[in-house]
């Protein structure tokens, strides 16, 4: 697809709107909206070392007003301006459980839904982690759910655990870490 002409139609604090022609590979043209957005990062945190038999991570349960109520989550935010996806994750860490990491791994990078967005979260696993003070903005209501890396995976089997970046996160630390 060739983009001819781009129109935005709205700019928020966290997105920006655009209407986009497009010619498409068949030869015909047409407009997309497009959600325009920074980018992501999503950590799923270790509380315990990664070689014992089934470590603790650190959920969160956020209210998200979108989705009508409380969803259990991994930390994440957006990226700000010229930040890197680690500093991110690392910020976001701090800033939603008060936890520093001393290592921080990367598992993927994902679009979230691309039919209408170029948004892309990038997921990580961070260990070594230290305690210490969060400073959560004020549209965050959240608190921490410590729960062994088999239960997470039981919630998200079960329904419990929505979020896809938390799911993807959640299985992907699963696969490489539970045997």
Request: some cysteine.
């Amino acid at each position: 697809m060739t983009r001819t002409r781009s129109r935005r139609v709205y700019t928020g604090k966290v997105i920006s709107l655009d209407v986009d022609t497009v010619s498409f590979p068949n030869g015909t043209t047409g407009e997309l909206e497009m959600v325009r957005h920074p980018g992501a990062s999503a950590v799923v945190p270790f509380l315990d070392e990664l070689d014992s038999p089934d470590p603790r991570i650190l959920l969160i349960r956020q209210y998200r007003y979108a989705a009508g109520g409380y969803l259990y989550e991994v930390p994440a935010g957006r990226l700000d301006p010229g930040e890197t996806p680690e500093d991110c994750a690392l910020r976001e860490l701090n800033e939603e459980t008060g936890y520093s990491a001393t290592n921080l791994e990367a598992l993927t990078t994902f679009l979230t839904t691309p039919g209408f967005t170029d948004e892309r979260i990038h997921l990580f696993m961070a260990t070594g982690l230290t305690e210490g003070s969060s400073s959560l903005e004020s549209d965050e209501i959240l608190e921490h759910y410590p729960v062994t890396l088999s239960a997470a995976v039981e919630m998200v089997r079960s329904g419990a655990v929505t979020d896809g970046k938390s799911m993807l996160g959640i299985l992907l630390s699963a696969a490489k870490i539970l045997r």
